[in-house]
């Protein structure tokens, strides 16, 4: 087989994307470590650390204690001694009993020490909804972390960025909170691992679709969604920008301010809640900056601001295309004319 | 050997395979259907003596090395004279607060003394006497209670910890610390301290289990002082002692008369030792008194009464070894002395050193947030710097208005 045959791009998914990365920075780096339940055996609940434990020993991919304090409690003794964990919590909701380790300790030690111990860990979430998952299954808890100085926020939305955002994630020095959108899991597209593309830094966002009458500010699950919505609103005569964040901490203000003024209208897509939700945040900083730009107010479309639905009712919850498309043709249009 | 044998040979059983740090005797344990089930281990050799083990005043003190004995006695009257020293500063309002450790110097000393330097100490906010035992600068100690920073040391040049406020979160790392030294193969141990309060913490339960469950090289300190703020101990917890709640997790429990600064370091010893065989973590539950209140800003006449505290200065830690070493004849009156100068000449030096204004920098606040500032942090950095300059300029400004 020729090199060039074996480095055709095939179908993968997003969870073997992950995978693919958590095995690459093992491979290359001996101090990066996986832990979190069921990750070795079982390769995780979601299949994502799939092999690692066979592959590298149980010492490099450890089945922990069902106790997600201690997870990442220990992540810190071990980053302390210089090792680069790799957390995994299981699913979004299961990750809160390690908030106080989060915010107490890993997000502050390189600050509480002026610099001398810093925290190279990539706690990695499951997050999101729109898999049928009952109760504490499909948290968006992104707001939360985003709160707390310190610590990076990331999150992919295709197969591609799976990859480079999670060798980024772990390869940073600071801690990422990393950010799975559990329903783009088996999300497919041709991608190569073999020859990943090359990506940026953490805190870059990418324009997604070019376009000249709106911004759709989003990420993780709801990108797919705002692509969905832009090639509906073709058909209204709205040719839509979608900018896909990637990174909520660092937030990337030069793209997307420079998207906005460009359009003169911003709709932010999440499945967060609406109140305390990142959309205000980054509604305010686009209006902060781009005020004499703006035609319309910056709008969002998010979560209700209700505790996350049982399945059968979660998909009058999530924003979805139409609701998508509802903001956009809110965005003041007769005022053009 | 007592409750040692069985770890013994575990650490044979180690060395004799090639197993992972993860494997070990036990671990291929799948539960049977009953009657055949059986519990993984003997709980029996697991557990805490009926009473604090006790050197000074016993037998046992024959065996302890006079030199040693000698060393402890200067380290606790130099430690009884740090907490003096802290807590004038509070008065003085050169420190923000100070949880003073006064009565609990033995378990502070020995902690210190029981590692070796290339192990790991994990203190609490009261521990800052166990850090200026193992070497750390006082002033430095004291950094994060005089508030000019968070942790005024780094902590990788004594291996020590930053002081831990929230209670108990301290404990998984040093866990995990010491898990990823013998991952590594390093022969190093953490011993990590915590209050009678911090063992009702989750934090608390998850790192003994942890701790159990990898082997860890770790010893659990607790200072049982008998309260938790205002809370005495019985409002805490419904234990037979502290120290038997290391049976549950898997691994021995050891009860000390906290107060009886040979014991302390012996038990602390044994468990370091142990630890550092490839035996497993401890927990050792030291029974002590806060003699001073919560801190200076606490009232501890609101919740315990004189008689109760004057019980224990009786049983007070300096006292305790001064008998021992008077009665052996290895302390005179000019060894006291020369203990009290040597602790005068550090608080002397410490109060100097704390009477001097502390030089801030507010754009210190931007600088470790993270290892590279983001545009956002930047922004905000250069508004605080033109405050800055506003003001610098308004003073200069005054300055030559006073001289015209």
């Given amino acids: ?337 | 050997m007592g409750p040692y044998a069985r770890s013994h040979e575990e650490v044979l059983a180690l060395k004799k395979s090639s197993m992972t740090v993860q494997e070990r005797p036990g671990a291929a344990y799948r539960p049977t259907p009953p009657p055949a089930w059986k519990p993984r281990t003997d709980p029996a050799p697991l557990l805490p003596d009926p009473e604090p083990y006790r050197v000074l005043g016993t037998d046992a003190a024959a065996g302890a090395d006079p030199e040693l004995l000698l060393r402890l006695y200067a380290e606790l009257v130099r430690g009884r004279r740090y907490n003096a020293q802290a807590t004038a500063l509070t008065k003085q309002g050169r420190l923000a607060v100070y949880p003073s450790s006064t009565g609990q110097e033995a378990c502070e000393v020995a902690a210190a003394l029981a590692l070796e330097e290339r192990d790991w100490l994990f203190p609490s906010y009261r521990d800052t006497l166990a850090a200026v035992a193992r070497g750390l600068d006082p002033a430095q100690a004291l950094t994060l209670l005089r508030g000019d920073w968070h942790t005024g040391y780094d902590p990788y040049e004594h291996r020590i910890a930053p002081l831990s406020t929230p209670l108990a979160t301290q404990l998984p790392h040093a866990v995990g610390l010491a898990h990823a030294a013998r991952l590594k193969g390093d022969d190093v141990v953490a011993l990590a301290m915590v209050g009678d309060g911090g063992t009702s913490e989750g934090d608390f339960h998850e790192a003994l289990n942890f701790a159990a469950v990898w082997q860890a090289p770790v010893v659990f300190l607790v200072q049982n002082n008998g309260f938790a703020i205002s809370v005495p101990l019985s409002k805490q917890t419904a234990a037979p002692s502290l120290a038997h709640k290391a049976v549950g997790y898997g691994m021995p429990g050891r009860l000390v008369d906290g107060n009886d600064v040979a014991a302390v370091h012996e038990v602390l010893g044994e468990a370091v030792a142990r630890a550092r065989r490839g035996g497993g973590p401890t927990l050792v539950e030291a029974i002590t008194y806060r003699i001073d209140a919560h801190t200076n800003a606490d009232d501890a006449t609101r919740y315990r009464g004189d008689s109760e505290v004057e019980a224990w200065r009786e049983h007070d830690p300096i006292r305790l070894m001064e008998t021992e070493l008077t009665g052996r004849g290895l302390l005179d009156e000019d060894g006291v002395r020369s203990a009290a100068e040597a602790a005068e000449t550090m608080a002397a030096q410490l109060r100097e050193r704390m009477n001097a204004d502390p030089v801030l920098n507010p754009m210190d606040l931007f600088e470790h947030v993270y290892a590279e500032q983001t545009s956002q942090l930047r922004e905000q950095a250069a508004q605080l710097r033109a405050e800055l300059d506003a003001e610098s300029g308004e003073g200069a400004q005054g300055a030559e208005g006073d001289a015209r």
């Fill in chain 1, 1 to 337: 087989m020729s090199t060039a045959t074996a480095r055709q791009a095939k179908p993968a998914t997003m969870a073997q994307a992950l995978q693919r990365a958590m095995r690459d920075a093992m491979a290359e780096d001996p101090t990066v470590h996986v832990m979190g339940e069921d990750v070795g055996t079982l390769g995780g609940v979601f299949r994502v650390t799939d092999g690692l434990a066979k592959e590298f020993g149980e010492d490099r991919c450890t089945d922990t204690p069902l106790a997600e304090a201690g997870i990442l409690g220990t992540a810190v003794g071990m980053a302390m001694y210089g090792l680069r964990p790799v957390v995994e919590m299981q699913f979004d909701a299961f990750a809160y009993p390690a908030f106080e380790q989060l915010i107490s300790h890993v997000s502050r030690m390189r600050n509480r020490t002026r610099g001398s111990m810093p925290m190279p860990i990539t706690v990695r979430v499951p997050y999101g909804g729109g898999i049928g998952g009952v109760e504490h299954h499909s948290d968006s808890s992104e707001a939360y972390y985003m709160a707390t100085p310190g610590l990076h926020v990331v999150t992919p939305a295709t197969v591609e960025d799976a990859y480079g955002l999670l060798r980024e994630a772990i390869a940073s020095d600071d801690p990422v909170v990393f950010l799975e959108p559990k329903r783009l899991y088996w999300s497919k597209a041709d991608w190569s691992p073999d020859a990943p593309a090359a990506v940026e830094p953490i805190g870059r966002a990418v324009v997604r679709r070019e376009g000249r009458s709106a911004t759709l500010i989003t990420y993780g699950p709801s990108v797919p969604v705002c692509m969905e919505a832009a090639a509906a609103a073709e058909a209204e005569g709205w040719d839509l920008e979608v900018v896909d964040l990637r990174s909520l901490v660092p937030f990337d203000d030069e793209t997307v301010c420079a998207s906005v003024r460009r359009t003169g209208r911003a709709v932010v897509v999440h499945e967060s809640t609406s109140f305390g939700g990142p959309g205000g945040e980054i509604a305010a900083r686009v209006t902060e900056r781009c005020f004499h730009h703006l035609e319309a107010p910056v709008l969002r479309v998010a979560g209700f601001d209700i505790p996350y639905p049982p399945p059968m009712l979660e998909r009058h919850h999530l924003p979805g295309v139409d609701r998508v498309l509802d903001a956009v043709a809110r965005l003041q249009w007769e005022a053009e004319s």
